[in-house]
């Protein structure tokens, strides 16, 4: 070959002739030679081509494989490649699979292809498929050679292509880096197995192996086993950690029912907590005398079951367990982390009243679109805070609200106080319809009350999976009927429209991620002539596809989306474009930016929500280009969904990293303080201004978990969101989707102990939006002046107030000394951005230094999604985190126990005793809040009298 | 010197005087054995390496294939010829800096052209001029094939006959004898459809025969279906085995009048 190079024969006519010579030894070396130069004459030998494969056919000539190699490569280079693999399969072991020429490399990928065909077309039920054992035989190959020469990703790539389990298993147990192996195999599972049933197949093969391997990752296991739905095997697990002598597997089980609660999977959490037996009961019960620890720990998760299950002191292995049975039960009902989420997002609170203060001013007040608007804006800014502060200083304002919007604002409530699990009945007592008396209040109210609750109880699974979306609570769901009964109508509406939520839920449900399974409900809907079910169809579609982007769904959406005679229909069809592909997000930009610009304003509408959706807390700027020009819209409707949109990409991104950012807000002020801007467009300003802000600007709009599963409450909630079209209340179930963005350590108790953790970035890169102060020029510009000296004097107001909820918080620290000063550090940061609110000055200050490269953060902390590539755990610190993941809920093993901690933001004992006492506020923030909770919260609802 | 070259000389000086002896079945036998042991060497194209022997083992494999395609004429074996000729040609076309040219050059590409010639394979035999040099055009062997594939086309078939006369090679009667017997068959096809029937005599001279023996002899073999009567060649009866077919143009005008005519009701 190598000579070969240096002088090349014109023609292969010599060759060609040598074939036909008698001697087989000549053909032989016809054949060998022709091999070896048939890339340069594969023209002139393609006309011989019946002699080579003669030659093939001969029973009786030894090197007919040489042959069939030479047919092959002939084959190949005709483009023929049907022909030219099935010639190959001919050359058997001649087929070198190893060689690095295109030849080889396209005719592999064909065999791969043929071979994956013929797999999962022998995997349908009632097909039979003969298998080419040749074909299997040189995929066998290629797949032991790929694990011999260390590139198993290859390897398990096409083992799972090709459904070669047993492969895909040898593939990864070969590998230098199981685990490493093992998860990447969980994403290409995840990503790019279309098929549920095989991915379960799939996936239950990879809880096998990890259970095989000496030091077995529990986490992996168990979140494969939720994906398969296999409670017993998760609850074995954890028992199992549970009861285990060391400390840190108990951390384990905790960290695994946290990432578990994360996915949201509410039957499923209730399975596994019912499957966790519990600890060898002893007939003599010494009930309430347990430890401090016990008794602390017992608030936390249901009473009366943690009460039965205290044992024994005697029994100190059982005693641990129950201990930790509780705990994790707790953990696993939602009840801990929506508790710590509300304790961080309630002390993290940056919310910016003068927004809201300005928008309060700027819109009419006989304009109730906006002035609900503004309300729901104020909600969504506060969601989980627990901050209505915004609510009892504008009474009067609000009072003026009528009918629906009475309701909203009611609702908006329930917003506010997302995850008060303990208050929300007490909160929303007032409102609630008074059994039997028919309540004194407005009809309105009522039902904005009930709603309330189904939003505070949300995604807390008391009842069944499907209860926890609508209502969440069989007590709400009986309000809501003992409602119906009631003569009222309106509040019966209300009430009705929950159940239907409810129906909404069950709906979605029996069609969410069943992918194909759903294909013919879906199908009838679509077929069907009333636009309203084929709407119906097409959500059905995107939740059943929800996050797999799949090929089919998208190409069927897309139909719709342009062919369709109905408005609602087309927009839906785009709009469902955003589920179908929020698992991967950079695709919606591009797959949508045509119908961007189509001539049917609902088909623009629907893109800007669908790029809204799947692109949410992202940033991406793709998205942000694509929605830029839709914000000035020639149609009022698609101004107002590109705003929204606009939002939700852009939540917790920082005017650092993308400018826009900035420039977006003040487009925003501008259009709410432009008088002569169209009331819908206004009111997508003001939501996006709230949504831009969310939850104290600690929330992102997350679908997706860490470990890359759908988060099922939220995928629901934003899908009943984006039907506000219909009734606007139904903007408050974008709360469903946010989560916090945060980074939250938890120690063995569940406490969150003090320390320190590296942002190896910028500080000003991920910091919150500066509050809008008054000397800012921008506001200086174009609020007029009064407003100016109103909104200072309401500032002024905040302060006072502010310092005056310290003094009592004081007050109520004071009694016990170490508490006070846990209480003074772990506020410390807040207080820190709380002054400058208080005091413009800090801001310019900040300027003239130079800016750090790194910035330090203190559990618990605020992490916004782009940031958590640059976290970094001290190296020096006490604590370690038993997962490395840079947000959500990370259990800590404390290398120094001996030492004593210092907790932040956590009670302080004598919480702890208003804890048992049974008001429940638990873990209420720091000592102030929880002062705050129990002194001030339950009483200001009253103010809300609506005098209609 | 390599003893595997000393080998194949001695195994190649045994088929020559088998060759010389005209002792044909020894040389097909001894002529295999050496086409084999030349896949030994690697000098050989297509590989061209450059073993210490390359010019020697070139030459060798050269005067093999060239005795080989004489041999093939000699007995009468077209395929052979075709074969072993290929195999030869790169030693003329791509090895030719590599050795001395061979004397036996000219006389086998005129050779091959004739064959072409021969088998009626007039577009290669054009594909393998246009290879050929001025030089080589020039040469005796290769003019003589040209001027034959001329008088050929031009149809001077007299020409091409008593060009048999002045061939410049002995291997070339084998050749001219088959085109002899292609050129008769040409006017005997031509005579067949222009006329019913000729006079022994006409047909005599018309198919070029020195004698009528030779006439009623070509007859014999290759156009049984003709007829001697009366001292006449009758070719009627090859007329009735190739009846012409009639075109239905009349059915065919009136289908498609019909079919526009509908056409244009229906639109």
Redo the contacts between chains.
Sequence with gaps: MA??A?????????????L????P??KL?ALS?LNA?VDHFWPEISTSVPIIESLYEDEEFDQRQLAALLVSKVFYYLVELNDSLSYALGAGPLFDVSEESDYVHTLLAKAIDEYASLKSKAAEPNEAVKMDPRLEAIVERMLDKCILDGRYQQAIGMAIECRRLDKLEEAITRSDNIHATLSYCINISHSYVNLREYRQEVLRLLVKVYQKLPSPDYLSICQCLMLLDEPEGVSSILEKLLRSENKDDALLAFQIAFDLVENEHQAFLLNVKNLLSGPKSHPSESGQDGNGAASEDVQMADGTQAVNQIVQEADPNEATYAERLTKIKGILSGETSIQLTLQFLYSHNKSDLLILKTIKQSVEMRNSVCHSATIYANAIMHAGTTVDTFLRENLDWLSRATNWAKFSATAGLGVIHRGHLQQGRSLMAPYLPQSGAGGGGSPYSEGGALYALGLIHANHGEGLGLAALGTADEDVYDDIKNVLYTDSAVAGEAAGISMGLLMVGTATLTVYGREEEADTLIEQMTRDQDPILRYGGMYALALAYSGTANNKAIRQLLHFAVSDVNNDVRRTAVLALGFVLYSDPEQTPRIVSLLSESYNPHVRYGAALAVGISCAGTGLSEAISLLEPLTSDVVDFVRQGALIAMAMVMVQISEASDSRVGAFRRQLEKIILDKHEDTMSKMGAILASGILDAGGRNVTIKLLSRTKHDKITAVVGLAVFSQFWYWYPLIYFISLSFSPAAFIGLNYDLKIPRFEFLSHAKPSLFEYPRPTTVPTTTSAVKLPTAVLSISAKAKARATKKEADQKAIAEKSAGPESSAGSNTGKGKSTSDKDGDSMQVDSPAPEKKAEPEPAFEILTNPARVVPSQEKVIKFLEESRYVPIKLAPSGFVLVKDLRPTEPEVLSLTDAPSSTGSATSGSATGQQGSASAAAMAVDEEPQPPQPFEYTS | MDPKLTEVSQQFERFKAAFIRNDFDTCERLLSQLKVSLTQFRSLPPLFVDTPNATHELTLARDIYEHAVVLSVKIEDQEAFERDFFQLKPYYTDARGRLPPSAQEYPILGLNLLRLLVQNRIAEFHTELELLSATALENLCIKHAVELEQSFMEGAYNRVLSARQTVPHETYVYFMDLLAKTVRDEIAGCSEKAYDSLSINDARRILLFPSDQELFEYIKEDHPEWEIKNGYVIFQRAKESAPCKEIPSLQLINQTLSYARELERIV
Excluded at chain 1, 6 to 18: D, F, K, Q, R
Excluded at chain 1, 20 to 23: A, P, T
């Design positions: 000579a070969a240096t002088t090349m024969v014109s023609s292969a006519g010599g060759l060609l002739a040598m036909n010579e008698s001697n030894s000549l070396h030679l130069f």
